[in-house]
């Protein structure tokens, strides 16, 4: 087990960079490694320790020594989160994939396209005011995954709320916008590469 030093801890908990920067530097690694037991890719290990170290450092204030069980078990907790966020995104894609598939199945037997009924325009702007009706929240995460192209995590970051709640917004608003306009205009609005 890592020692660490209560002043350090004491440190941390008055907000002195150095002290943090230590806690930093003496578990960085060992963390990574109990990351890597769960989740198999570096680059996500990396992001979930920082979220950790972010997370000690932004609440900071508390903490008490021994901190190596608390660590151990913040990267854990986060790793599991991960892996629910990814199973999360892995069925909201195969829905929507199904959906694409039935769609496309039965437009291969219509005669007119969507966008014979609709112009590329017309679908922009019927779009923008189904956004604008969406509660103020759910508007807000849709305009910056639909329009800025933010990731889901980005978006939660920047918020302040939980990736999963990121993506239920996503869901709610595509889930209005193709009630209002139809999963054949939406696909091929965007599937057709007609977004701005």
């Known amino acids: ?12 908990n008055r907000g002195d960079e150095q002290c943090f920067r230590q806690l930093f530097d003496l578990y960085w690694s060992y963390l990574c490694s109990v990351a890597t037991m769960y989740v198999p890719d570096p680059d996500y290990v990396e992001e979930i320790v920082n979220d950790v170290f972010l997370n ?18 913040s990267v854990r907790n986060a790793c599991v989160t991960h892996l629910r966020s990814k199973m999360l995104k892995e069925r909201l894609k195969e829905g929507y994939q199904r959906e694409l598939f039935l769609f496309a199945s039965q437009r291969c037997l219509a005669e007119e396209t969507p966008l014979e009924v609709l112009s590329a325009k017309e679908i922009e702007m019927r779009i923008r005011q189904i956004v604008n009706t969406l509660p103020e929240r759910c508007k807000q995460v849709f305009e910056r995954y639909f329009y800025v192209g933010e990731s889901a995590d980005v978006i939660a970051a920047q918020m302040n709320i939980s990736q999963s709640t990121v993506r239920v917004h996503i869901k709610m608003a595509f889930d209005r916008i193709k009630s209002e306009i139809g999963m054949a205009v939406l696909f091929t609005y965007i599937f057709g590469g007609l977004m701005s």
């Open 1 to 12: 087990m890592i020692y660490v030093d209560n002043q350090v801890i004491d440190g941390i």
């Open 56 to 73: 000690i450092w932004t609440h900071r204030g508390h903490y008490r020594s021994p901190i190596h069980g608390y660590l151990v078990n």
